[in-house]
Nanobody, 126 residues
Framework: QVQLVESGGGLVQAGASLRLSCAAS??????????MGWFRQAPGKEREFVAT????????RYAESVKGRFTISRDNAKSTVYLQMNTLKPEDTAVYYC?????????????????WGQGTQVTVSS
């Protein structure tokens, strides 16, 4: 399994931006062999899909709630995936998790991701 470490969370006001990073390490496979995803979990709610990107970066999927505001990207040379979050809203408040899927097609299903980071807290105040 690949080890994932997220960073970049914090407390911001509504309308602000944040960029999350997720660094991967420890896998015998090349980073580009993994589709990468971002998920989030708000207090009292189930974990939900946010965005996913395939190994080459050519296939990207977003949850409807973040389309047009969030951008997922990856730098395979740095084994890192990013989530640029703009125009943040209070309802974006959650713990954000990075996940890795050993596959070509990026899934939006939690069960398809075998490796997870510890999460980073994002809090958006109104």
């Amino acid at each position: 399994q690949v080890q994932l470490v997220e960073s970049g969370g914090g407390l911001v006001q509504a309308g602000a931006s944040l960029r999350l990073s997720c660094a991967a390490s420890g896998s015998g496979r090349t980073f580009s062999a993994y589709a990468m995803g971002w998920f989030r979990q708000a207090p009292g709610k189930e974990r939900e899909f946010v965005a996913t990107i395939n190994g080459s970066g050519g296939i990207i999927r977003y949850a409807e709630s973040v389309k047009g505001r969030f951008t997922i990207s990856r730098d395979n040379a740095k084994s890192t995936v990013y989530l640029q979050m703009n125009t943040l809203k209070p309802e974006d408040t959650a713990v954000y998790y990075c996940a890795a899927q050993f596959a070509n097609w990026p899934s939006s299903r939690i069960a398809d991701f075998g490796s997870w980071g510890q999460g980073t807290q994002v809090t958006v105040s109104s």
